[in-house]
């Protein structure tokens, strides 16, 4: 999948504003961006669901906006939530949508994939949320596409139930399939993908691998510990203190840190009980790039706190279904 110079307005704002992405055949792809950065006008013009005012695109061959009834076939899309008919059954609901399909999977086999076993000949209105977006999973690969489009797949799902849609996500990416997907979720774009594209305001600020987005991977390494109160600090150390009373510190080699400050803490008799080392997370990275809370900070990255434990999560839920007229 080639996009260049992809720009899309409406009025006076510019919803995409000159994006630029290159897609591999079999990558899981994340689109990370703030609520309004341009993720679903993106995402819908790759599908043919939404017209571009300038740009190339070009996904599995096809030009979305001039072929998207050839497309169709080939790629599968799964919305934030698709209508069903609640008086069928999970096999029926899928060996329905595979009738639309030239060669569609058998629905036995993609009710597996998905982990829908138990549920194969229940009707679909007893479904647990978590089951219905399996289905919803389970309605767009029946197809067999070769590209799948996620949008915010585990939105809504408990931890467990997040868990098993991952895996059922890396065993697509294991038949060969390309996989594009949205999410607000930091753990999850770590876990499911190849490489993610952060995008803010239209425009793709960084791509690259979770681990070593935008340098992550080259940023130093924080070492924090909570003193004793009764214990003096040296300079350096008291000089360290941040806003929660705990020493912190930018460790440029992390080896030499801890040796100096270990020395230190056997001299004095300080067990270093709650010792962290830690590294910034894809959040810690993602709020930088997207104007989040830590690049507000003065500090440079690599000494910003991580926050995982007050920071709120970019929250996001959409509402209702989108529209699938083409806009
Ligand atoms: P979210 O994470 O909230 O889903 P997003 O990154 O998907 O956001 P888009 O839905 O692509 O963002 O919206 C980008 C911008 O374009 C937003 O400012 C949005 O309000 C605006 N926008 C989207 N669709 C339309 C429309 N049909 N008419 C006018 N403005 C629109």
């Known amino acids: 999948m080639v996009v260049r110079g992809l720009r899309k307005s409406y ?9 630029d992405l290159e897609i591999e055949r079999g990558e899981i792809f994340a689109l990370l961006g703030p609520n309004g950065a341009g993720k679903t006008t993106t995402v819908e013009i790759l599908e043919g669901y939404r ?39 999970v096999k029926e609901t899928l060996s329905m949508y595979g009738d639309y399909f030239p060669h569609p999977r058998p629905p036995d086999e993609v009710i597996d994939l998905v982990g829908l076993g138990e549920k194969r000949d229940a009707r679909v209105t007893t479904l647990s949320g978590g089951q219905q977006r399996r289905l919803d999973v389970a309605i767009a690969l029946v197809g067999d596409p070769e590209l799948l489009f996620l949008d915010e797949p585990t939105t809504g ?28 979720y930091m753990d999850e774009a770590q876990f499911l993908a190849d490489r993610v594209a952060v995008i803010a305001a239209g425009r793709i600020v960084a791509v690259g691998p979770p681990s070593s987005l935008a340098g992550r991977d080259r940023a130093h390494s924080r070492v924090t510990f909570r003193p004793p109160p009764e214990v003096a600090l040296p300079d350096d150390l008291a000089r360290a203190l941040n806003r929660e009373g705990r020493v912190e510190l930018v460790a440029e080699n992390l080896a030499a840190t801890l040796h100096q400050l270990t020395d230190w803490a056997v001299r004095v008799g300080v067990a270093l009980d709650d010792l962290e080392v830690v590294r910034p997370t894809l959040e810690d990275i993602y709020l930088e790039l997207t104007g989040g809370e830590a690049a507000h900070s003065d500090a440079p990255l690599s000494s910003a706190t991580t926050g995982r434990d007050h920071r709120s999560r970019p929250g996001h839920r959409r509402t209702g279904q989108r529209g699938r007229s083409a806009r």
């Open 157 to 184: 799902f408990d931890p467990t139930a997040r868990r098993e849609a991952w895996h059922v996500v890396k065993n697509l990416a294991g038949l060969g399939k390309t996989i594009l997907l949205t999410t607000h």
């Open 51 to 89: 017209h571009r005012d300038a740009g190339e695109v070009t996904v599995l061959g096809y030009d979305p906006g001039e072929e998207r009834h050839a497309m169709k076939p080939l790629i599968g899309i799964v919305l934030q939530s698709t209508g069903f008919d609640h008086y069928l059954t």
């Open 11 to 19: 009025g006076s704002l510019h919803a995409v504003d000159g994006v």
